[in-house]
């Protein structure tokens, strides 16, 4: 059973979840956006769907009833669900804030909002603000430009879509997700705020939980393979004999994730593929 989520939740004092009121299949109850900070000028992590009038009145209400503005906005990655609320948010604050976003691959197309400026955030940039000091951690793995929030005052990892308060997260590059997620383990957090679901009190347990998950899923997709080698699988077909009683809706993200899983093995030299199929090299690994 999922845990409640207010519209609004105070976390610490430095700390304001806003729930984004965009619930689906993908987003769990919505996307957490995040005011951080404890003076007048603050810091708006992430900004959720275009067009949610209900997220905007209570990011509104909010600033009006803490007398604050803000300063910048960081946005974790370029997922619509993270990014597509920026122009509404700037219509909100007079386009006074100054936004924020890591570049995309350097091969890779970037649909941004138009007309916001957006500024380049970098590896390891600080961001500081009356009650909490920010470190930007590039995270990629998710997509090539996700990024976390890294509060060393606080202890405080806020993981975007990196790690999820509930479940599993989607990624489009395996390799680099793991090593995203060992490096967020280095940090030793205290807790984690994610991009979805409640915040994470057993941080270490959950990383651990999701390497140990990846690996697991890893070693059954081999295993599926070896069971018919001469057998070329398509990544839906190994969705279909590794998921029991999965939505229809759900099964192209978990084929999405499953085929994430070939590539990396690909790059390992493990594997064959031919037009998206797929058999394990000389049938043995």
């Given at each position: 059973m999922s845990t409640f989520i207010a519209p609004i939740s105070r976390l610490s004092n430095s700390v304001i979840r806003i729930l984004g009121c965009n619930a689906g299949p993908m987003t769990l109850q919505g996307t957490n956006t995040y005011l951080l900070g404890t003076g007048k000028s603050r810091i708006l992590l992430d900004t959720g769907e275009p067009n949610i009038p209900e997220y905007i009145d209570i990011l509104e209400n909010l600033l009006q009833n803490e007398g604050a503005t803000l300063s910048d906005i960081i946005v974790s990655h370029w997922h619509n669900d993270h990014i597509g609320g920026v122009k509404d948010v700037l219509k909100l604050t007079q386009s006074n804030s100054t936004v924020w976003k890591y570049p995309r691959a350097s091969d890779e197309m970037e649909d941004l909002p138009k007309e916001v400026n957006f500024q380049q955030l970098k590896n390891r940039q600080k961001f500081v603000t009356e009650g909490i000091s920010l470190e930007v951690i590039h995270?990629?793995?998710?997509?090539?430009?996700?990024?976390?929030?890294?509060?060393?005052?606080?202890?405080?990892?806020?993981?975007?879509?990196?790690?999820?308060?509930?479940?599993?997260?989607?990624?489009?590059?395996?390799?680099?997700?793991?090593?995203?997620?060992?490096?967020?383990?280095?940090?030793?957090?205290?807790?984690?705020?994610?991009?979805?679901?409640?915040?994470?009190?057993?941080?270490?347990?959950?990383?651990?939980?999701?390497?140990?998950?990846?690996?697991?899923?890893?070693?059954?997709?081999?295993?599926?393979?070896?069971?018919s080698p001469n057998t070329l699988?398509?990544?839906?077909?190994?969705?279909?004999?590794?998921?029991?009683?999965?939505?229809d809706g759900l099964q192209q993200f978990a084929a999405h994730n499953i085929r994430q899983h070939l590539v990396k093995l690909l790059k390992e030299g493990k594997v064959f593929e031919d037009d998206d199929k797929w058999q394990l090299k000389n049938n043995k690994l």
């Open positions: 995270t990629p793995g998710h997509t090539s430009d996700h990024i976390i929030l890294w509060a060393p005052e606080n202890k405080i990892v806020f993981s975007a879509d990196c790690i999820l308060g509930e479940g599993t997260a989607v990624f489009e590059d395996l390799l680099s997700y793991l090593n995203s997620l060992r490096l967020i383990q280095t940090l030793s957090a205290k807790v984690i705020y994610p991009g979805h679901g409640p915040e994470v009190t057993d941080p270490e347990e959950k990383i651990k939980y999701y390497i140990e998950h990846r690996l697991k899923r890893e070693n059954q997709i081999i295993e599926t393979l070896k069971s699988f398509t990544p839906l077909t190994i969705v279909q004999l590794l998921y029991e009683n999965l939505d």
